[in-house]
């Protein structure tokens, strides 16, 4: 029975992995590179939604709109100022380094505006919790929640990138950002798109982590951003299937290895499971085999 | 991982001004003011201290008291208390004349419970011309402080400082409260004399000095005590806002009672996840946990009958408790919690030992610490904390432990 319990957490735990890392899996995916600032935008989304739902008594329905319209924007604005300049003319680690730079800059913008003081988040979910096997096993709002947007998400996501025209677009840039040009594709707007949505789904992502583990802090989600990326090479950095099954295989790790291993180790033991699969194949679970030309 | 973002973080300040120039100067500015936000602030506190007394810095005929905790982050309500709490007595005692009728000069410095930074907050104390430190607040801090202040022979009382290491090998720091192991056999022994339950769960922070301190002496006292410990689950400072699978594991044990020897942050996660799987087992914990009804937006609904082991309680009838919280509720309009009053006492220590000592504010820093550390063996204090506080050589206080359960949202006496 605690098995189950344990593993319907852990997919819980693994599909918030899941929806953060799709934001990491898709920028690499179509600007080739990492955005560490990530983590900070879902703790920017959780921010918006307690200012307005515990600050300012707004319905939560409003708060949990206006922090996806402010993460999205905020991605699009990242990009603007902070990536843009860098493409091209500078080198792929001048780009890793900014974004680390925009990471601390969200970081501590957050701690002047609502100090470092641990804030109880105020679950957005209010789905009643379901009881299975005469109350043994308990799933809650929360979990239902994550685990559904999570496949939505999913589904809506391949949907989009297979039938519609920005779709393609994006796959066109991913393959070939001169080519793309060449076929009359605005590749600034395309890769702006793309931070547009991976922000959005930051937002997404940082409600149902604080719903499920109501803390909030400025570092909130730095540690999530890290596990989450670790999720997208797993699954194969630039493939979106990839970062479904990394983060809900690493979320059930986590969890499994916290039950049946040693409750401080998991981290340990996650990290080591990542060095063993790209051990054995470099690329992560889905990841393509890109034949460098010389 | 973290320094390396740091190292990083250091080079974009560099590549900013060096590749955008003027086009963003007002961004790295703004980079560079956000980084050094603490310096800054605690440079304008220590220039604001002075100017309030600047006639009497200049002949050095004051005591100059520092104080170091955390006034910000997620330990600020320990710190902000150990601020307000010297910050009283201090003020009591210059009313009243002062020490041997020299007045006191006070200096508070944030540290953001940060060992570095704490450090950082001594130097900043040292260069201002602090001659006794009441601190620091958390006991990783004070581990980092007082090897800098042992070396200094600089005085120190920590109010609130648990850690054994603070006071090992440290022959210039006192401590106001309990070490942790104290605390553990303390809790131990509550648990087991009242039998307030047969199976025990623990959740405790790995790594953390202060939460594995209580916890090794706690499995040790338990072996001599009627209750039975039917699991002991660890977390980790980077892996601490699920605790699903260990309060699944204690709920399967048929824990009657869970042991919190951990800070208040993760607690008040603790509850709201028991609450949440239907666990409502009897919480227990030590002084860490006292701080857990203030944080913020959190439902204190859940901290209901929660007991903990801690040296003072607001609504104590005694005198001394009663005029103390008036007090310090006029003054900050907020009840006091035991880090307050720990505070509190570790200033009227100070001014007991310097009494007994005879020490005089023009004596170097080094010959004031002798004298203070003569007298400390010789004195007994009744404090807010404990009648007749004594010390032991190493630094360590002796005086008896009290329970408390959070009843009604207020934290209440069990007699």
């Not at chain 1, 990492?34 to 989304?45: E, Q, S, T």
């Not at chain 1, 989450?228 to 790790?253: E, H, M, N, R």
């Not at chain 2, 973080?9 to 560099?14: D, E, Q, T």
């Not at chain 2, 006192?174 to 553990?184: A, K, R």
């Amino acid at each position: 029975m605690s098995f189950i319990s344990y593993l319907i957490n852990g997919i819980s735990l693994g599909s918030v992995y899941a929806i953060i890392a799709l934001g990491y899996t898709m920028v690499y995916g179509i600007a080739k590179m990492l955005n560490f600032a990530h983590g900070d935008v879902i703790m920017v989304g959780s921010f918006t939604v307690f200012f307005a739902v515990s600050m300012q008594g707004l319905p939560t329905a409003a708060g949990i709109i206006l922090s996806v319209v402010l993460c999205t924007l905020l991605g699009i604005t990242i990009e603007y100022i902070a990536y843009r300049p860098l493409r091209g003319a500078a080198s792929s680690l001048a780009v890793l380094i900014t974004a680390i730079g925009v990471s601390y800059f969200l970081q501590n913008v957050a701690l002047l505006i609502f100090g470092a003081n641990t804030k109880a988040f105020t679950s957005v979910v209010t789905i009643p919790a379901i009881k299975l096997a005469e109350g043994q096993i308990i799933i809650s709002g929360e979990t239902i929640v994550t685990i559904i947007s999570c496949i939505v998400i999913m589904i809506g996501l391949t949907l989009f990138i297979n039938k519609t025209k920005a779709g393609q677009a994006m796959l066109a840039v991913s393959e070939d950002k001169g080519a793309a040009q060449l076929m009359g594709i605005n590749v600034n707007a395309t890769i702006s798109l793309t931070f547009a949505i991976g922000s959005a789904l930051a937002a997404i992502a940082g409600m149902l982590l604080c719903s499920a583990y109501p803390s909030l802090t400025p570092y909130t989600g730095s540690m999530p951003g890290i596990k989450a990326f670790v999720a997208a090479v797993f699954g194969g950095i630039g493939s979106i299937p990839g970062a479904l099954i990394g983060g809900i295989v690493l979320g059930i790790i986590e969890i499994l290895s916290k039950a049946y291993i040693s409750s401080q180790m998991a981290d340990a033991i996650v990290f080591m499971v990542l060095i063993i699969v790209l051990l054995v194949k470099p690329t992560g679970i889905l990841g393509k085999k890109i034949q460098e030309k010389v | 991982m973290k320094k390396f973002k740091k190292v990083m973080s250091l080079l974009l300040v560099a590549a900013m001004i060096a590749l955008v120039g003027c086009g963003n100067s007002n961004g790295s500015a703004q980079t560079g003011t956000t980084d050094n936000a603490a310096g800054t602030e605690s440079a304008g506190d220590a220039s604001a201290a002075e100017e309030n007394a600047p006639a009497q810095a200049a002949d050095g005929e004051v005591f100059k008291i520092g104080a170091i905790g955390p006034s910000t982050g997620s330990a600020a309500v320990y710190g902000l208390a150990v601020q307000n709490g010297a910050d009283l007595a201090i003020k009591e005692i210059n009313e009243a004349g002062g020490i041997n009728g020299t007045l006191i000069e006070y200096n508070f410095q944030d540290d953001e419970c940060d060992n570095e930074k704490s450090v950082n907050a001594y130097n900043t104390l040292k260069d201002w011309g602090m001659q006794m430190l009441v601190g620091t607040t958390t006991s990783g801090c004070c581990i980092a402080v007082a090897a800098e202040s042992a070396n200094d022979n600089m005085f120190q009382i920590t109010p609130s400082g648990s850690s054994v290491d603070i006071i090992n090998n440290n022959d210039n720091v006192y401590q106001v409260c309990f070490t942790d192991p104290n605390q553990g056999v303390g809790a131990a022994q509550y648990i087991g004399e009242n039998a307030v339950a047969q199976k025990v769960a623990v959740i405790y922070d790995s790594s953390d000095v202060y939460s594995s301190g209580i916890y090794e002496k706690f499995v040790q006292e338990a072996a001599n005590q009627s209750f039975e410990i039917v699991s002991a689950e660890a977390f980790t400072a980077d892996n601490k806002t699920d605790f699903s699978v260990q309060l699944q594991k204690a709920k399967d044990a048929g824990a009657e009672l869970v042991f919190l020897p951990i800070y208040y942050t993760e607690a008040s996660l603790i509850l709201t996840q028991a609450n949440a799987m239907d666990f409502a087992p009897k919480f227990f914990g030590c002084d860490g946990l006292d701080g857990i009804l203030n944080v913020e937006n959190f439902d204190t609904a859940l901290a209901e009958g929660v007991m903990l082991l801690t040296p003072f309680a607001a609504d104590a009838e005694d005198e001394a408790t009663q005029s103390f919280v008036s007090a310090y509720v006029a003054a900050y309009g907020d009840t006091p919690n035991q880090f307050a009053a720990d505070a509190y006492d570790a200033v009227y220590i100070l001014k007991a030992a310097i009494e007994k000592s005879g020490a005089a504010p023009s004596d170097s820093v080094s010959d004031l610490c002798e004298k203070l550390k003569g007298a400390m063996g010789e004195i007994t204090v009744d404090g807010l904390t404990g009648e007749a506080m004594s010390w032991d050589a190493d630094g360590a206080v002796n005086k008896a432990p009290k329970a408390m359960e959070i009843v009604n949202g207020n934290y209440s006496l069990i007699q």
